[in-house]
């Protein structure tokens, strides 16, 4: 072989080099991302990737987390959402579904589905916490009216005149139909609708592709997975009556949902006694058990919510021996002392 053969032989090899590198970097910068973002199924998925938002809705600072993406428009989405979920679910808003059986004078009203689900779960409720959690307590909120009320006492004789026109009994539903029985009856949904609403955010983003997360409903918490590197979140339990950056204790939690209910969220003072928004359904008063807080933790929101307003209403024992009769659902029951009471398969922080 001529010295030129070589040479050329040499510069062909070389050409050959210059398109398996080529190709390989194509592969390397074309192919890869794109085949990680088949495998990962998101949205504008990129893995150290944060966005996060806040916004007001509920009468509650709201907030969203998604670990993993850089896509906007999902958070925007669940704010829509949120939006129409207020609107169907508000007790003052006209023309809610809420406010729509409670101006119907006793006539059958159609609602939506949402609706319709979270009159049936209030119920499952209703009969679990033997009456203690009961959504027709709503003419006593509206007496009541936190958190607008400047710390007036309401009179003994409305709250005793409200007290004929409460009872879950006076509902009835069937379908998608509601009946009030009684046209001075009314519901509030507040007890449980945060918990239902961050549960369907939830479904949605799982379905967009989002793995870790979380959503933030006024303290209503609920997780998407863990956080990035499978490091579970760690939610803060607030010390009742404290700074809201005042906390107690910690949960570690992988995708599950964190529910606190404590009289400090609404609330007024007056003459020494604490008058707050969560109401016994006999009596027409604030609850006075002893307890300042119940957080529950749980899988689904909605139960989480309605179960902490039950504890709540039945205290310490009661509500805790209705924790331990159920599965996959622990609590922490805090005393007017600031003792923590934990249910048995509690994940107690070190
Ligand atoms: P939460 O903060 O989830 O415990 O819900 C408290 C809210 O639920 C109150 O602000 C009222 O709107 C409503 N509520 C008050 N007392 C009860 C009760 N006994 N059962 C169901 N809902 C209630
Ligand atoms: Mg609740």
């Not at 592969?27 to 966005?51: E, H, T, V």
């Amino acid at each position: 072989m001529s010295r030129s053969e070589k040479y050329i032989k040499k510069i062909a090899g070389f050409g050959k080099f210059r398109r398996v590198f080529s190709c390989r970097r194509f592969f390397c910068m074309l192919l890869l991302p794109l085949l990680s973002l088949c495998l990962g199924g998101c949205r504008g998925q990129n893995p150290s990737a944060q966005i996060s938002d806040v916004g007001f809705y509920f009468d509650t600072v709201v907030e969203l987390r998604l670990n993993g993406t850089d896509d906007q428009s999902l958070i925007d989405e669940c704010f829509e959402k949120m939006g129409q979920y207020e609107a169907l679910l508000s007790r003052t808003r006209e023309g809610s579904d809420v406010w729509e059986i409670n101006h119907s004078a006793g006539e059958p009203v159609e609602v939506s589905d949402d609706t319709a689900e979270l009159i049936a779960l209030a119920q499952k409720y209703y009969e679990l916490s033997d009456g203690a959690f009961d959504i027709t307590v709503a003419p006593y909120v509206t007496i009541w009216d936190f958190p607008d009320n400047p710390g007036k006492v309401p009179a003994e004789a409305s709250i005793a005149a409200a007290r004929i026109h409460v009872g879950f009994p006076l509902l009835h539903l069937d379908g998608n139909t509601v009946t009030l029985d009684d046209p001075r009856a009314s519901i509030d949904l507040g007890g449980i609708a945060k918990g239902y609403i961050a549960d369907r955010l939830k479904e949605y983003l799982v379905g967009e592709g989002v793995e870790s997360g979380y959503i933030n409903l006024g303290g209503n918490m609920l997780t998407i997975g863990t956080k990035p590197g499978d490091i579970p979140w760690n939610i803060g339990i607030r010390r009742p009556f404290g700074e809201a950056s005042d906390v107690i204790t910690t949960v570690r939690v992988d995708g599950r949902s964190v529910v606190t209910s404590g009289p400090y969220e609404r609330y007024f003072e007056k003459d020494g006694k604490i008058y707050h928004h969560i109401l016994d359904p006999q009596s027409g008063y604030p609850v006075w058990n002893g307890l300042s807080s119940v957080t529950i933790l749980s899988d689904s929101s909605a139960d989480g919510d309605a179960l902490s307003t039950s504890c709540f209403v039945l205290g310490l024992d009661r509500g805790m021996e209705l924790i331990e009769s159920l599965d996959g659902v622990e609590a922490l029951f805090i005393t007017d002392d600031m003792e923590l009471h934990y249910s048995s398969g509690f994940p107690i922080s070190d």
